[in-house]
């Protein structure tokens, strides 16, 4: 994930308080507090835990279910070779400074960042202008006071090895994309060797970051969703895209993000394309999904940008990329997802470090007649020169490409094949016609990229809320992490037995429901309110003669009376968002 823009309040009470709310009542907290605590590592609680599954879970009903993405699930250590090849090894390596007195390590870029030089300034600095852009502002340890040595390259990935060899080093894997591409081939026999499909992967990564200061924002394991969508770059439409077009995406431009300027521009996905703002439809369209999917995580609209990001802010892999961004009380402008248009970048990677073939077939429409080069070896020539090694010196011959051979030839009367010189004599040149009926090509890839902590934080965040000095939680009820509180008026006289029986009665028809008698009524409600608990039942004297319950909303604090015969029906329908509040029964008064 990028760099975040930090808030120019001097305190930024919403995030001191949100995350005073989520230790207290279990959303998550630092791990490992019992021995002081490691930065980077978060626990999720049990309210956390469940907020965070149904945000993964929308994840996979936008994509998996509606879209037709597949989904896998591979393991987090991976041999290095696989990184080498992805370029990780090499570009996974983040500015580091340290303490002459306290040895703390610090990102420098980061430090930068907070005395007004923008990221994408910092990102472009070599190690000799960080070093003198340190000095200029007379940045210090923010532990100590101290002064730092000289800046270096430190790699974020956590290396181990496998097994008891040394020689076998592995990482933990930064993201989850890798593992996909490494699978492509069954992927694709799996997807019924056809384009276009797209593949999603939902689990942990690791990056080991040199000082995560920003909570769920910046960590050391994390979970991260990552789709890789292949298509034939000669067939790029998007067949969804009149589904999209006309949302609007406001994007902030390289061109003006140079002036130093915040302004987005507006635009629709088809003007977005028809500008050449994005180069891709399939990207396009993954844009316009990852807005609506933080709109229904609890932000509006207003609230959400898309930054294109600069030629030497691109990773390595990416031909054109834009990030998603949220605005956060403290820190500003935050990353939440990445949008890269990868090419066949990686696919073609690991082609050539592995030696597995990532190529489709292609079959055209109507057959193709060619002339071609064709070159072949004359064994009869061959043998007696090189004698044992005539098949492995034809073998090698036929990698070279026909034209290559054919310009050698002609040039110098032989061609230099590793150690072996093969003469004009010694091959057969001719031109064929031959029918082809298709062709075979690396796949393009456009992959959206999702940070699963930060988007439960952004949810978090623009959930609190205060109404009459109370927190309540507002939550999105389709990912309330608890949808229904069940709540005897006393806990006796029958009252408590009637209540678990309708909080099993709900469980049963797959509601998340829990059972609470401890407190008054009041403190029941306060409390489910600040667990962002959407819905109340309260089982009172009348419901022993009636049948009948109170259900209280969590957000307007209304009251409505219903029949316990009707709840299941009533409540399907309204978390599946058919039926508004006031349905559920009948209106008696306000709290």
Partial sequence: MGSEAKCSKPECDKFVAVNELAKRRGFFWSSFEIYGGSGGFVTYGPLGTRLKQNIENKLRELFVKKIGIYEMESSVIAPGKVFEASGHVDHFKEPMVECQNCKGRFRADHLLEEKGISSAEAEKMTLAEIKEELERHGIVCPDCGGPFGEPQRFLTMFE????????????????????????????????????????????????????????????????????????????????????????????????????????????????????KIIQNEWQAFFMAQAKRLLVELGVPAEKQRFIEKLTWEKAHYSTQSFDQEVLVDRWGWVEVSGHAYRTDFDLASHMKASGADMTVYKEYPNPVEKEELVVKPIMAKLGPIYKGEAAKVAALLAKVPAQEVTDAMEKQGSIMVENYQVFSEQVDISRQKTTVRGTRFIPHVVEPSFGCDR??????????????????????????????????????????TKACQIQNMLANEGFMAEFDETGSIGRRYARADEAGVQLGITVDYDTLKEDTVTIRDRDSWQQVRTAIKDLPALLHDYFYGKKAFKELGVLIKSQ
């Fill in 160 to 275: 181990t090895t496998i097994g008891p060899y040394s020689g076998a080093v592995g990482y933990g894997r930064p993201e989850a994309a890798q593992n996909i591409f490494v699978e492509f081939d069954r992927l694709y026999t799996a997807a019924r060797e056809r384009l276009p499909f797209g593949v999603i992967q939902i689990g942990h990564a690791l990056r080991n970051e040199i000082s995560p200061r920003q909570g769920l924002i910046r960590l050391r394991e994390f979970t991260i969703a990552d789709l890789e969508f292949f298509f034939d770059p000669e067939e790029p439409c998007c067949r969804f895209l009149g589904e999209v077009e006309n949302e609007v995406l406001p994007i902030l431009l390289c061109d003006t993000r140079l002036k130093e300027c915040e302004d987005t521009t507006d635009v629709t996905v088809r003007e977005a394309l028809d500008r």
């Fill in 455 to 496: 988007l439960f934080y952004v949810a978090l965040e623009y959930a609190y809320g205060i109404k009459e000095d109370r927190v309540v939680m507002g939550f999105p009820r389709s990912i309330a992490p608890v949808q229904v509180g069940v709540y005897p008026l006393m806990g006796k006289d029958g009252l408590d």
